[in-house]
């Protein structure tokens, strides 16, 4: 459906008269994040294109006749974990697939280039892990934040570093939350339903006045990249890369639209928390699905490896530097590429100065009206120390 079908004509409305409005410019990208200052230096060159065969290679899911044009099937390995199952997590044995989107999943959404950064569509092997089963809880991050005293960056007043040209006034502690329109708008204009909202954190993910009373089971939101990755390393894990995100999303199958089949609902039913209705109105959310806004893990079935959420609730981090390109590049080595660790540096080319690591699975935000990036194959990006309160992760751990 175009866009506009579903947004009347009303003028675009920047909160200009918000005293934030600089710093949410910078804290928010396109769909979901963009950022703050730039961080620090460029990860070292962990990309790896060398082809190999995979002897371990078993299954094939699906005939190759029967799949979608750029897809051939995915080879699942056989081979089984040495390690004993961590608590919490499935083993996602490994192989090769097709990885990425093609453009006719355009039409499956009103906001035009949600495919543009996720094709071609290319072959990848990834070896086997161990993945979290959900989205990492504030459960979760509560004990590891009382074993550790950590401070999310969420909970750091911003340096006049960092933004240089802001009011001493406007350093103030914060995140980014989504707050519903009055009436329904253009698309044009992201701060229309963003707002910088000093005092939002993990503990207080509408802002200062809210808490995590009956939301232990919810995945933890408000989270940096520099948050993620210290949980992961207390935890004794570290976060996915993209590849091995999908691979495991896709559950052994090849060419499918969704973590859970090629239909958005199964019988009727919605197999995942995304937004049904007029987006970002408030009361929009009809919650067809079950939830208007975060919803606790688990409450959908899971995929064929055990997984939930793989699509939509909560965006997550994966450890690999954002490019537009990246995915061209690696089609173009005309090879299977091992164990990608995704590009050596980041550039997007709609914020270029911008440093930003990869988003995957959508969240309850995202519809078929604006951002159907739960589809499996389509990616997300944000600005590596902005958090917002749909955007959380999970982990892997090797075997
Ligand atoms: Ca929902």
New binding site residues.
């Given amino acids: 459906m175009p866009m506009n079908q579903s947004a009347p004509k009303q003028p675009a409305k920047p909160p200009a008269s918000s005293p934030f409005a600089w710093m949410i410019w910078i804290l928010i990208g396109t769909c979901i994040g963009g950022g703050a200052a730039a961080l620090a230096f460029l990860g070292p060159n962990r990309n790896s294109n060398d082809p190999a065969p995979n002897p371990k290679i078993a299954a094939a899911s699906k005939s190759p006749s029967a799949l979608p044009a750029g897809f051939e099937a995915t080879l699942v390995n056989k081979s089984q974990p040495q390690s004993q199952q961590p608590k919490g997590m499935v083993w996602i044995p490994g192989g090769e697939f097709s990885m990425g989107s093609d453009h006719r999943s355009e039409s499956l959404c009103g906001l035009p280039g949600v495919t543009n950064d996720a094709v071609p569509i290319h072959r990848v092997y990834v070896d086997g892990f161990w993945m979290d089963q959900t989205e990492v809880t504030n459960a979760q991050f509560s004990a590891f934040i009382e074993a550790t005293g950590y401070v999310t960056v969420a909970e750091i007043k911003p340096t006049k570093e960092e933004f240089p040209t802001a009011p001493e006034e406007n350093l103030i502690a914060g995140s980014t939350v989504f707050k519903p329109t009055q009436s329904p708008v253009e698309f044009d204009n992201y701060l229309q339903w963003w707002s910088y909202v000093p005092g939002a954190d993990w503990r207080h993910p509408a802002g200062p006045e809210s808490n995590l009373e009956n939301k232990e089971d919810c995945p933890v939101t408000h989270v940096a990249y520099e948050d993620a990755e210290a949980y992961a390393k207390w935890a004794g894990k570290r976060l996915p890369t993209e590849a091995e995100w999908e691979f495991a999303a896709r559950g052994g199958k090849a060419g499918e639209l969704y973590a859970w089949g090629s239909e958005l609902q199964i019988d009727g039913k919605y197999q995942a928390?995304?937004?049904?209705g007029r987006f970002p109105v408030d009361g929009g959310?009809s919650?067809l699905?079950?939830?208007?806004?975060i919803?606790p893990t688990r409450q959908y079935a899971p995929n064929p490896y055990g997984l939930y959420d793989m699509g939509g609730n909560v965006w997550e981090w994966v450890s690999d530097w954002y490019r537009h390109d990246y995915y061209a590049r690696l089609r173009s080595s005309g090879q299977v590429t091992r164990n990608p660790q995704g590009p050596t540096d980041s550039y997007d080319p709609m914020e270029p100065d911008q440093i930003k690591r990869v988003h995957r699975g959508g969240s309850?935000l995202c519809s078929d009206r604006y951002c159907t990036r739960y589809m499996v194959g389509t990616r997300g990006k944000g600005e590596v120390r902005t958090a917002s309160n749909h955007l959380g992760f999970r982990c892997v751990k090797a075997d």
């Avoid at 928390?273 to 049904?276: L, P």
């Avoid at 699905?289 to 806004?293: E, H, L, R, T």
């Fill in positions: 928390n995304i937004y049904q959310d919650a699905d079950g939830f208007a806004g919803a309850f």
